[in-house]
């Protein structure tokens, strides 16, 4: 991968998965548990089952009703194709297992750093219009360096350490951009680390709203109002996304996306991709009704505090 401006590398091609340029690392590097995402345990550096010699997914189109779920929902901003491409140079874990063993310690770190770098590109587009966007260009640029870094630089960085800098001014651009128009009537019952597990958030409007590091599994958002609604490190396993727009969410992933449920109606961010697993049609049933309860609170960590 050659040096890249910030908008280039802010291209889908770079920080979202490219699996035809990537030795298949997600179905090697990464271990799994039996659970309802996989049917079998697998340990980290073991290849999956399904990998075939040319690493592509023999069961591609079947995983969900195979009981691969977790491989549906997993991305790895791009981090596959940059260790596999740039920091290998084009030189595959089967080639000798010292390249193994580096590579499958290498593309956790990168992928870490891949998904940082996301953040910061977001970030920088929220404040450019009102901020000097020097601080967080030069956010961007160090992580940006770093994600380029040898193996042996890779192996041995700080991640936790990048995410501690870079959190005050992810914090600052999310309220920045959530001061930027009307806010919706949330009050106390929404915040960060909140426990919306579960919860009846139909057509609530949390325009301006901060859930970040909120737990949102199976929470009904059917038709919320999510514009400049800070949505970092959320967990939106099996929350219901049907009819809702997506566009104006600050810091949404492809992974939380990816582990919701949508349908046709569902209006996703430019440069996101529809999941396969989605409703292709408009569920008729998923209308808008007010909330009806509020959840306890419940911390969270990492960025998301």
Known sequence: ??????????????????????????????????????????????????????DGCRIHPHLRERGFSGCTVFDCSGAGQKVSRHTFAGRSWRDDPETRRSMFATFPIVRRLHDLLRYLDEAITL???????????????????????????????????????????????????????PVGVHGQRVGPGT?????????????????????????????????RCDLLGVDLRDADLRGTDLRGAVFLTQMQVNAARGDAATVLPEGFQRPGHWSTTADAAAGVTPPRRGPSGRGARSLRR
Not at 17 to 37: E, I, T
Not at 152 to 181: H, K, M, N, W
Not at 208 to 218: E, K, N, P, Q
């Open 195 to 227: 426990d919306l597990v579960g919860a009846d958030l139909r057509g609530a409007d949390l325009r301006g709203a901060t859930l970040r590091g909120s737990l949102a599994i199976a929470a009904d958002l059917r038709g919320a109002r999510l514009d």
């Open 1 to 54: 991968m050659a040096a890249r401006t910030r908008v280039e590398l802010g291209r889908r091609e770079d920080l979202g998965a490219d699996c035809a340029n990537c030795f298949g690392l997600c179905c090697v590097a990464l271990a799994f548990a039996k659970s309802a995402d996989f049917p079998f345990d697998k340990d980290a550096g073991d290849p999956c089952t399904n990998l075939d010699d040319a």
């Open 127 to 181: 404040v450019r219009a009102t901020h000097d966007e020097t601080s967080w260009v030069a956010a961007f640029e160090r992580v940006r360096l770093l994600s380029d870094g040898t193996p042996e630089d890779l192996t041995t960085l700080d991640v936790d350490a990048e995410y501690d800098r870079a959190r005050p001014l992810l914090l600052e651009a999310s309220a920045i951009a959530r001061r930027q128009g």
